[in-house]
């Protein structure tokens, strides 16, 4: 499925540099951040590599956002222009089964979207259908999901890492050795008086 969505939605040149423009400080920083907590050296990728592959995050986001549009945009069509009772039936299950694909682990596969195709092709003008290869626009949304694509992917890539918490997890801090040591007095404990 992955494959298939990068074949019919890629992204252009242009795209790719505004995406750059707009995600490559963010790539930058969670890279950077994630090899910074590498306390054991147990992660041994570059920075570089780190930094790349968060940009391919990005840019199967944006993939994915434009399928997303497109399916969007064909299922506000089909209720607008089609008035056979047959295939409004199917455009309707196609729909639901579209909008409830989280809640019950459905997907939404390659024969589905060609079956919409089919039917928007029969049964609706060349000008009123949606525009597979639309640009990608990069609105709130978008920035909302693919910040949430390199989150996890930041976090799966994590996992590997030994971050500083757990190393520090066992040992007194300074607060807690100032606490300890402030209730000894001359190598005695102070005796509490409960007068």
């Avoid at 590997?160 to 001359?186: A, C, F, P, W």
Wanted: proline residues 2%; charged residues 30%.
């Amino acid at each position: 499925m992955v494959d298939y969505i990068l074949r019919n939605y890629p992204v252009s040149n242009e795209e790719y540099a505004e995406l750059e423009t707009s995600f490559d400080k963010l790539c930058m920083f969670a890279a950077h951040q994630l090899l910074n907590g590498n306390l054991k050296n147990n992660h041994t990728d570059e920075l570089d590599d780190v930094i790349q592959s968060l940009r391919w995050a990005v840019v199967n986001a944006a993939c994915y956002y434009k399928r997303q549009q497109y399916l969007e945009d064909c299922f506000k069509v089909y209720k607008e222009h089609i008035t056979n009772k047959k295939a409004l039936k199917t455009l309707s299950m196609l729909e639901d089964l579209w909008r409830n694909r989280t809640k019950k682990r459905q997907r939404f596969t390659e024969q589905n979207e060609m079956e919409l195709d089919q039917l928007l092709n029969e049964y609706v003008k060349k000008e009123f259908r949606p525009n597979k290869n639309a640009p990608l626009v990069i609105d709130n949304r978008f920035k909302i999901y693919a910040k949430s694509c390199m989150w996890n992917f930041v976090r799966s890539i994590g996992k590997g890492i030994t971050k500083m918490k757990s190393l520090r997890s066992k040992m007194v801090s300074l607060s807690q050795y100032d606490h300890v040591s402030g209730m000894m007095v001359g190598g005695h404990d102070k005796e509490d008086s409960y007068d």
